[in-house]
């Protein structure tokens, strides 16, 4: 299970920008022409090669991120503290944005804010992942058989552990994992609401 990988080496995985699950991913703006296209994969591709990011939700209790994102409720849910500044938020639309192009050298008129654009903006489809994003330096020293990884810090502080409705590892094999950390690390169970389409914590599992 690759959370108990996370939690055991103190690290999580970084996500290449060029092996995300959505190819819209920083191609968001109107592509229509063919200069465009070539113009804004080409950033993508510069962006790739030296940027990673780490994908945090906001809350654990939609259904669908469990589905998606944790083995069908088998896997965990794993709750940082981490500086605002070090998050940027992602913006959901139907539209996708326009982003001007110098007619002659193909450069981001405005780059700056057009980037920013770019890196936040998602299909409204997505809205429920209510997802703020980490961009990190891909490190050569963090590299492993081709991934990239980022240290626990106090940029990324663990807080809180929630195995998912499924998961068959004992909730006191995680506690004990966790009982020397410094601050503690609170480890809740993940259960189902029972008059909503919620995931809660089950409060039969706090002893």
Known sequence: MHAISNLS?????VSRLDQLNDPFEFLAADLLD???RQAL???KAELAATKGMICFSRSWSNPLLWGHYAEKHTGMAL????????LLRIHYSDERPRVILDPETREIINK???VDQLIRTKFSDWHYEDEYRMFVDLDPASQEA?????DFSSE???REVVPGLKCELPIQRIRQLLKDECPPVKVLKAGMALRKFKVIEDRTART
């Open 9 to 13: 080496l103190k690290r999580l995985r």
């Open 34 to 36: 063919p200069r465009d």
């Open 41 to 43: 994969t080409h950033f």
């Open 79 to 86: 709750g940082f503290d981490i500086p605002e500044g070090f």
């Open 112 to 114: 700056g804010q057009a």
């Open 146 to 150: 081709g991934n990239h990884f980022v």
């Open 156 to 158: 990324l502080l663990l």
